[in-house]
């Protein structure tokens, strides 16, 4: 991993990303952190060719984005007209909203969806991941959601963007993941697991918890994976002042420039 494959998911500090002048200023921010490209999400309403000025102004690429879930599933042809605009070649379905996990059959076609909406996305060139929180590890017979996710559709169609915190509170490992995945893993979340002062699981800067990056980035590397993407919902302080520590540590530590 070099550090020019480093990007840093917007949704870390949405809070600072509601207008376009705060928009502009955090995205200078992020940049001066050392990140050269971000995962766009969460932030407030903005053209998208105004975005796309910005980001080059501060020389930052849009690796990728989160859309609504069912803006996804309904009108992929809207996502992938975005993204043409973004010039940005990866979007990520964030979360299953309004999906009856316990429910077999409305999971098959939940799956069935997400094939669809990424067989449109990928003639228009964009690829559609998947991030998975904790949930997907419930179990529906033998299998788990995630492995149903990725063995209902086909790898054309969907490809992963794991996210290594919500593998590991799932009961996961990140490191088995990012080898099961391989060959469909462009996006990995990175995203550290901790035990705080109370003995709660709680959520930290990239280094500063109990996950084994070498390995995870050692396996993700095999497995073809193309952006390492820091995220943190939530952090102690200023979040860019998060994203900053995570990338001094993976800078220092993990990449291999």
């Given amino acids: 991993m070099k550090t020019t494959q480093l990007a840093a998911q917007l949704y870390t500090c949405r809070h600072l990303l509601q207008t376009p002048p705060d928009i502009a200023k955090t995205l200078r921010r992020v940049r001066a952190a050392g990140y050269t490209a971000v995962q766009v999400s969460a932030m407030g309403s903005i053209p998208e060719e105004e975005l796309k000025r910005i980001l080059d102004g501060e020389g930052l690429v849009c690796c990728a984005t989160h859309e609504p879930s069912q803006v996804i599933l309904d009108q992929p042809e809207d996502v992938a007209e975005r993204l043409a605009k973004l010039e940005c070649g990866y979007t ?52 788990t959601i995630l492995d149903l996710v990725y063995e209902g559709t086909r790898p054309g169609h969907l490809q992963g963007e794991p996210d290594t915190y919500w593998i590991q509170y799932g009961g996961g490992d990140p490191v088995a993941w990012c080898g099961k995945l ?76």
């Fill in 92 to 143: 990520a379905y964030p979360y299953p909203h309004g999906i009856d996990l316990s429910d077999a059959e409305i999971v098959r076609q939940w799956i069935a969806r997400l094939d669809a909406a990424g067989a449109v996305l990928a003639g228009s060139g964009v690829t559609l991941c998947y991030h998975n929180h904790h949930q997907e590890f419930r179990k529906l017979g033998d299998r």
């Fill in 182 to 257: 391989s060959g469909r893993l462009p996006l990995l979340h990175l995203k550290d697991f901790a035990i705080d002062a109370e003995d709660n699981i709680a959520m930290c800067e990239v280094g500063a918890g109990n996950l084994d990056w070498p390995r995870i980035v050692a396996a993700a590397e095999s497995s073809g994976c193309r952006w390492y993407i820091v995220e943190q919902d939530t952090c102690p302080g200023d979040p860019v002042d998060s994203l900053a520590q995570s990338y001094r540590y993976l800078a220092g530590e993990i990449c291999r420039d």
